[in-house]
């Protein structure tokens, strides 16, 4: 158990919905990573959140967005969804090292979306 | 596109061999990391290995790292059916200013026999 969780496991959904994603990092983490996983596109990076903010963009499409919370969750928001958004979405969080570095991320079991 | 490409894409094994399994890089990196994935489920993090760092063990775990190569290996030593599953390296690229955001290679899917 890394101690991230996500919410919620599985989620089925039709085309053209919006669908909400939920993280908890590990207690302490500041910083939460999403990661989105398919089997054409592999493991991509999504965004990095880091206390609240925005630290890195990756892959996202502008149909995501992200937030991190003054509880320091984070949720990934997913609209317009289409066939190919179907994929396993995780979340990771790291801890801030000595120097303002991170390094090992703790990756949370997953969201498995569905879009039909 | 992808930063770490893992060789093979896949293994079999019989259980007490050794398993290696390799990762190429392009770009100059802070650090390489490897995961494990059981199928569907999340990743777990393995041994991070540092740019300034040669060789690092993890009990059965032993990953190296070549820069000038641009290459690590992992080797899972003594494999048990346990360790099947998919094991990716992840690495940080080396800039400026660091977005730590890890860059995933495509995985090699180790499958251990009984």
């Known amino acids: 158990d890394s101690g991230v969780t996500q919410t919620p496991k599985h989620l089925i959904t039709a085309t053209g919905q919006r669908v909400t994603l939920r993280c908890s990092p590990r207690?302490?983490?500041?910083?939460v990573y999403w990661y989105q996983q398919s089997l054409d596109q592999g493991l991509q990076f999504l965004i990095q959140?880091?206390?609240?903010?925005?630290?890195a963009k990756g892959n996202i499409l502008e149909r995501f967005s992200a937030q991190q919370f003054p509880d320091l969750h984070s949720e990934l928001n997913l609209s317009s969804l289409e066939l190919g958004d179907s994929a396993l979405y995780f979340c990771a969080s790291s801890e801030l090292l000595a120097g303002g570095f991170a390094d090992t991320q703790y990756f949370g079991p997953g969201t498995r979306l569905t879009v039909l | 596109s992808q930063q770490g490409e893992e060789d093979p894409q896949a293994l079999s094994i019989q259980e007490g061999e050794n398993a290696t399994m390799n990762c190429s890089y392009k770009?100059?990196?802070?650090?390489l990391q490897w995961y494990r994935q059981n199928s569907g489920r999340g990743l777990v993090h393995l041994i991070l290995i540092r740019s300034n760092e040669r060789e690092k063990h993890s009990g059965r775990l032993r990953v190296t790292l070549d820069t000038s190569k641009k290459s690590s290996s992992l080797l899972i030593t003594a494999s048990r059916a346990a360790d099947t599953a998919s094991y990716f390296c992840?690495?940080?690229?080396?800039?400026?200013?660091?977005?730590?955001?890890?860059?995933f290679g495509k995985g090699t899917k180790l499958t251990v026999n009984p």
């Open positions: 992840a690495t940080e690229k080396s800039r400026l200013i660091r977005s730590e955001k890890l860059v």
């Open positions: 207690s302490g983490d500041l910083s």
């Open positions: 959140y880091y206390n609240g903010e925005e630290r």
């Open positions: 770009t100059s990196i802070n650090n």
